[in-house]
């Protein structure tokens, strides 16, 4: 009598043991998103993996030089051609105004401003669509480069151009 009792209370807290065993779950939440563009008008990047992180610029210790980058773009666009501009003046800055260093920002070989929009393809170049290249590249302050912790943002805006 005591063994077969013995052995249904063994049964019993194994099965509560393995029954906490199969409960352990992990779990792991992404986001996951997708811009499709249209057909007629689109300029987006190459290469996905890069547009919404920071962009370290490299610095080279031994020569005490800041390295830009150079992302490439695909665009398109059916009855003219594209332009862009900034929406403000590319720069980094450490907090003074005086250390900043300002960026050369350029579009398939147009250097951007925030004053005026500029043509950086043709109608004919925009209706084949392409592969062009942004480039970010430092210009080296007066004073040469301080040292610091140097944040900043590029804005760039594309515009259809008025045919």
Not at 79 to 107: D, P
Not at 121 to 144: D, H, K
Request: one cysteine or more; proline letters at 6%; a negative charge.
């Amino acid at each position: 009598m005591i063994k077969p009792s013995l052995m249904i209370l063994c049964a019993g807290v194994l099965t509560l043991f393995s029954a906490e065993s199969f409960a352990a779950r992990e779990e792991h939440r992404f986001e996951v998103s997708v811009d499709i563009p249209t057909l007629g008008f689109y300029v987006i990047p190459a290469e996905t993996d890069w547009i919404h992180r920071e962009q370290i610029l490299p610095w080279n210790i031994s020569t005490k030089s800041l390295g830009g980058m150079r992302k490439h773009f695909d665009l398109r666009h059916d009855t003219s051609a594209i332009e862009a501009r900034l929406e403000n003046a590319a720069f980094l800055s450490n907090g003074r105004e005086e250390q900043n260093i300002y960026l050369r920002v350029s579009f398939a070989d147009t250097v951007l401003t925030h004053e005026t929009p500029r043509q950086v393809v043709s109608a004919e170049q925009a209706r084949a669509g392409g592969r062009y290249a942004l480039e970010i590249q430092p210009i080296t302050p007066a004073g040469g480069y301080k040292p610091g912790n140097y944040y900043g943002n590029v804005h760039l805006i594309f515009n259809a151009a008025a045919p």
